[in-house]
């Protein structure tokens, strides 16, 4: 059940990537890490995997998950108003953004413990909550998709060049150590 927080390929590496790459893979980790959670949920695998899983998983929504929304908060948006493009219905992901944050540091909380030992019975209800939000998470990146990654491309070249190397900046302690 092991995850990997980067991908092995060279051609995945993320200083070769234009913004709308960035931020399409950063939605597929999120889906990839979404269905790991879940799995760990379920209590698949063995357990020295489970523990493994549960480092990883942890790690990635507690640290990783929150650059993407600040990407979207903080860089994308601000850049598209500034250029007098259409960002659609932000206003109402943006708002997902905090809530969905606080979800996954909460379940980021239990898979710690669970990869310091603790039992790692997962409840019905935490099982359900992390389908839940897993689910409402999925739907705002596909909105996401549809109405805010499209424009992205209609930005100057120069304004997405800094985005970029904005968004490397954020990761820069991150992307050597996984």
């Known amino acids: 059940m092991s995850v990997q927080i980067r991908s092995k390929s060279e051609a995945m ?5 234009g913004v709308t790459a960035l931020l399409a893979n950063c939605h597929a980790r999120i889906r990839a890490f979404l269905a790991a ?14 523990v493994e899983s549960a480092q990883k998983v942890a790690f990635y929504f507690r640290e990783i998950f929150p650059l993407h929304a600040t990407d ?26 905090q809530r969905f944050d606080r979800a996954m540091l909460d379940f980021a909380g ?3 413990g669970w990869a310091r030992g603790a039992s790692a019975e997962a409840s019905e209800a935490h099982r359900e909550q992390l389908r839940e939000t897993s689910a409402a998470i999925l739907a705002h990146i596909e909105r996401e998709e549809e109405s805010l ?20 900046a954020k990761r820069a302690h991150i992307l050597g150590k996984h």
Not at 38 to 49: V, Y
Not at 72 to 83: G, Y
Not at 149 to 168: C, F, N, S, T
């Open 13 to 17: 590496n993320p200083h070769h990537m």
């Open 37 to 50: 959670a879940e799995r760990l949920a379920s209590g698949e695998g063995d357990a020295a995997d489970r």
């Open 72 to 97: 979207e908060d903080e860089l994308i948006v601000p850049a598209l108003r500034a250029a007098g493009l259409d960002v659609g219905p932000y206003a109402s992901l943006n708002d997902d953004h």
């Open 110 to 112: 239990i898979w710690e």
């Open 149 to 168: 990654l499209p424009r992205v491309d209609e930005l100057p070249e120069d304004v997405r060049a800094e985005i970029q190397r904005k968004m490397l």
